[in-house]
């Protein structure tokens, strides 16, 4: 049998298979329009040189956006979130389960953790040996934690994740232009190409059909290829843009997060404007552009302490720190600038209609927020 460090580098030449095929596909594409197409068919020079503008923009941000998704490496869990050596040998000795879960929760109390497991356990890796921050998840393809994955692409040979998520979108987005725009201006010369006259001499043809060469394959395929790739993308692109509306990943759209009062679909959604702004930043003008500008740091998310629609102002709860360490509790750790910028609402609830019930299973320091009517 083959030693195991050969076949992991079998497997990664064989992975970068479908991104060596849509190179191809795309210089293939690249020379049947450029050259085919523009320099060869198209008579009109002012037709050319438009086609040939608009044709470039759209292949530059294209493959701008697929190198930018492809060469970002993921983002992984930092050291705090790893086991100091202490706790790491006892992890290690201990058998029992829910004693190493006591080990883990004693560690994770000084995280900023709200999502477990589907029992309620803290989420750790033994493959990493890390605690995962919410929305991390272990990809077995790159071998590692990715901070908010959301799949394993293999047209891509990269996870998507926190780091590369809008390089992906975009890298979606422009393809979808790249192949509209090819086929919608070479929709024209596919017909002209389709109804050619089969006529052996060709000065026999009409004068408004396009003499028989072989561009004609070319253009034909390039329509064919076009059309195929774009209604393709199309749904994929779709998808993914209600996935940012609601701020979810594909993984939390399968299988919804779980909170410490039960799993929440919509626990991480903060309305549709702030949830666009976690992916894309803040400044709009750098929005189409393959640079990150994502708020954050993959780390910590803000979450939604109450129940309400998404699409309504959340509220800030920091409970009283000195309060906290008087009754023995841990104390909330601060929030980040992005958390307090993205949470941040115009409207305010008074104290008269809000209480705050400490949990204290497990001495963490997650609160539940609860809205009071007026009597």
């Given at each position: 049998?083959?030693?195991?460090?050969?076949?992991?580098?079998?497997?990664?030449?064989?992975?970068?298979?479908?991104?060596?095929?849509?190179?191809?596909?795309?210089?293939?594409?690249?020379?049947?329009?450029?050259?085919?197409?523009?320099?060869?068919?198209?008579?009109s020079t002012g037709e050319k040189i438009v086609y040939l503008v608009l044709f470039h923009l759209s292949?530059?941000?294209?493959?701008?956006?697929?190198?930018?998704?492809?060469?970002?490496?993921?983002?992984?869990?930092?050291?705090?979130?790893?086991?100091?050596?202490?706790?790491?040998?006892?992890?290690?000795?201990?058998?029992?389960?829910?004693?190493?879960?006591?080990?883990?929760?004693?560690?994770?109390?000084?995280?900023?953790?709200?999502?477990?497991?589907?029992?309620?356990?803290?989420?750790?890796?033994?493959?990493?040996?890390?605690?995962?921050?919410?929305?991390?998840?272990?990809?077995?393809?790159?071998?590692?934690?990715?901070?908010?994955?959301?799949?394993?692409?293999?047209?891509?040979?990269?996870?998507?994740?926190?780091?590369?998520?809008?390089?992906?979108?975009?890298?979606?987005?422009?393809?979808?232009?790249?192949?509209?725009?090819?086929?919608?201006?070479v929709l024209q010369y596919f017909i002209k190409f389709w109804t050619l006259c089969r006529r052996k001499?060709?000065?026999?043809?009409?004068?408004?059909?396009?003499?028989?060469?072989?561009?004609?394959?070319?253009?034909?395929?390039?329509?064919?290829?076009?059309?195929?790739?774009?209604?393709?993308?199309?749904?994929?692109?779709?998808?993914?843009?209600?996935?940012?509306?609601?701020?979810?990943?594909?993984?939390?759209?399968?299988?919804?997060?779980?909170?410490?009062?039960?799993?929440?679909?919509?626990?991480?959604?903060?309305?549709?404007?702030?949830?666009?702004?976690?992916?894309?930043?803040?400044?709009?003008?750098?929005?189409?552009?393959?640079?990150?500008?994502?708020?954050?740091?993959?780390?910590?998310?803000?979450?939604?302490?109450?129940?309400?629609?998404?699409?309504?102002?959340?509220?800030?709860?920091?409970?009283?720190?000195?309060?906290?360490?008087?009754?023995?509790?841990?104390?909330?750790?601060?929030?980040?600038?992005?958390?307090?910028?993205?949470?941040?609402?115009?409207?305010?609830?008074?104290?008269?209609?809000?209480?705050?019930?400490?949990?204290?299973?497990?001495?963490?320091?997650?609160?539940?927020?609860?809205?009071?009517?007026?009597?």
């Amino acid at each position: 049998m083959a030693p195991t460090h050969v076949l992991r580098c079998c497997q990664r030449g064989l992975a970068w298979i479908p991104v060596i095929f849509i190179a191809l596909v795309v210089c293939w594409s690249y020379y049947a329009y450029v050259v085919e197409l523009c320099i060869i068919t198209i008579p009109s020079t002012g037709e050319k040189i438009v086609y040939l503008v608009l044709f470039h923009l759209s292949f530059i941000m294209f493959v701008w956006s697929y190198w930018m998704t492809i060469f970002t490496r993921p983002a992984n869990p930092s050291k705090e979130f790893c086991l100091p050596k202490v706790e790491k040998e006892q992890y290690e000795k201990e058998e029992r389960p829910e004693n190493q879960q006591e080990i883990l929760k004693r560690v994770a109390s000084s995280l900023p953790l709200y999502t477990r497991t589907g029992a309620g356990a803290i989420r750790y890796c033994d493959r990493c040996q890390v605690i995962k921050p919410d929305r991390c998840h272990h990809c077995s393809a790159c071998d590692m934690c990715v901070l908010k994955m959301d799949h394993h692409c293999p047209w891509v040979n990269n996870c998507v994740g926190f780091s590369n998520y809008k390089y992906f979108i975009l890298f979606l987005a422009y393809s979808l232009v790249y192949c509209l725009f090819i086929a919608a201006t070479v929709l024209q010369y596919f017909i002209k190409f389709w109804t050619l006259c089969r006529r052996k001499s060709a000065e026999n043809c009409p004068q408004n059909e396009l003499p028989d060469t072989h561009a004609k394959f070319h253009v034909l395929f390039l329509f064919f290829v076009a059309a195929m790739f774009c209604i393709s993308i199309l749904s994929l692109f779709s998808y993914h843009l209600w996935l940012v509306g609601k701020n979810r990943s594909t993984i939390e759209a399968f299988r919804a997060p779980v909170f410490r009062n039960g799993p929440d679909k919509n626990g991480f959604s903060l309305g549709f404007t702030k949830n666009v702004a976690q992916v894309f930043g803040d400044e709009k003008k750098y929005w189409l552009c393959p640079i990150f500008t994502s708020q954050g740091d993959g780390l910590t998310f803000p979450t939604r302490l109450v129940n309400i629609d998404p699409e309504q102002p959340t509220v800030i709860i920091q409970p009283d720190s000195s309060k906290s360490v008087e009754d023995g509790s841990v104390p909330q750790s601060p929030m980040s600038d992005s958390q307090n910028r993205l949470l941040g609402s115009d409207h305010h609830i008074s104290d008269d209609h809000l209480s705050i019930d400490p949990l204290k299973s497990d001495g963490t320091d997650d609160i539940t927020v609860y809205l009071e009517s007026e009597s």
